[in-house]
């Protein structure tokens, strides 16, 4: 069995470019990955992946950055085959993907409620079934959820709603995949420190969330760092490879369930 470690491995991450991805890029760089497979949504992120793959090649490793809208089938798989091609079958898999949607129910619309569902469960599932397919034996899968799977909160219908399919994704495919060795976790955070959460919050409920954790007298901001995210995904994917099948909530006290 090969050693449940970073090095020599190869690692796709899905929205690697920056935040928390790009954080656990340079990570797994530094602790000695063969390769890194940076994915990125857009335009918009294209030079913040190209920033994470100079400081891949930096420590040591190889990395190309792969763009994709990871809301189709195909995509996804076009993802894996170009990331096979040019590293070989990969060992570790992280989908940091996501986004989030604060508003009503009244207020939702179909649109809405259709790209929410595409972005946070669809490209989820089939990052999951892809990975099936690609890893090498005795690999690693691990998804960002979300910590309002232990809330009873309004307004994030749609956000909680569409990463809470991932929680059973993730246990089947812990079931479908173990035979080969293949450990499949998700990690729900606290709200980050990043523009993905103050782009939806107003400064009263900016003020709340940065009290909200039980240990935010403690945290720089109050809010869930990424990193404070990171080593526990580095601790799924490699030590602790025995959990399995598992959405773990990892936020400070934020929520619990």
Same mark, same amino acid.
């Given at each position: 069995?090969?050693?449940?470690?970073?090095?020599?491995?190869?690692?796709?991450?899905?929205?690697?470019?920056?935040?928390?991805?790009?954080?656990?890029?340079?990570?797994?760089?530094?602790?000695?990955?063969?390769?890194?497979?940076?994915?990125?949504?857009?335009?918009?992120? +294209? @030079?913040?992946?190209?920033?994470?793959?100079? &400081?891949?090649? =930096?420590? #040591?490793?190889?990395? /190309? *950055? $792969?763009?994709?809208?990871?809301?189709?089938? +195909? @995509?996804?798989?076009?993802?894996?085959?170009? &990331?096979?091609? =040019?590293? #070989?079958?990969?060992? /570790? *898999? $992280?989908?940091?993907?996501?986004?989030?949607?604060?508003?009503?129910?009244?207020?939702?619309?179909? &649109?809405?409620?259709?790209?929410?569902?595409?972005?946070? *469960?669809?490209?989820?599932?089939?990052?999951?079934?892809?990975?099936?397919?690609?890893?090498?034996?005795?690999?690693?899968?691990?998804?960002l959820v979300t910590s309002l799977l232990g809330a009873y909160t309004p307004f994030y219908s749609t956000y909680?709603?569409?990463?809470?399919?991932?929680?059973?994704?993730?246990?089947?495919?812990?079931?479908e995949f173990g035979e080969r060795g293949i450990s499949v976790t998700a990690i729900g955070p606290g709200p980050?420190?990043?523009?993905?959460?103050?782009?939806?919050?107003?400064?009263?409920?900016?003020?709340?969330?940065?009290?909200?954790?039980?240990?935010?007298?403690?945290?720089?901001?109050?809010?869930?760092?990424?990193?404070?995210?990171?080593?526990?995904?580095?601790?799924?994917?490699?030590?602790?490879?025995?959990?399995?099948?598992?959405?773990?909530?990892?936020?400070?006290?934020?929520?619990?369930?």
């Amino acid at each position: 069995m090969s050693a449940r470690t970073i090095k020599d491995k190869t690692v796709i991450i899905a929205g690697g470019a920056k935040n928390l991805g790009g954080l656990l890029a340079r990570d797994f760089a530094n602790a000695g990955a063969r390769a890194i497979v940076i994915h990125y949504n857009s335009a918009a992120s +294209a @030079a913040d992946a190209e920033a994470t793959v100079a &400081a891949v090649k =930096a420590a #040591g490793s190889q990395a /190309i *950055a $792969i763009q994709a809208d990871l809301t189709t089938a +195909a @995509a996804v798989e076009k993802l894996f085959a170009d &990331a096979t091609a =040019a590293f #070989g079958r990969p060992d /570790i *898999a $992280i989908n940091t993907v996501g986004k989030v949607l604060k508003k009503p129910m009244s207020e939702v619309t179909e &649109a809405e409620y259709d790209e929410m569902s595409d972005v946070n *469960a669809k490209a989820a599932f089939f990052f999951l079934k892809e990975a099936g397919r690609a890893l090498n034996d005795n690999g690693a899968i691990c998804t960002l959820v979300t910590s309002l799977l232990g809330a009873y909160t309004p307004f994030y219908s749609t956000y909680a709603g569409s990463k809470a399919p991932v929680e059973h994704f993730t246990r089947a495919a812990s079931k479908e995949f173990g035979e080969r060795g293949i450990s499949v976790t998700a990690i729900g955070p606290g709200p980050m420190d990043t523009a993905f959460f103050y782009g939806q919050e107003s400064p009263e409920a900016q003020a709340y969330h940065k009290s909200a954790a039980a240990l935010s007298p403690f945290s720089k901001t109050g809010l869930t760092d990424i990193e404070d995210i990171a080593p526990w995904i580095r601790f799924l994917v490699t030590e602790g490879w025995w959990m399995t099948g598992q959405t773990v909530l990892v936020n400070g006290g934020y929520t619990t369930k």
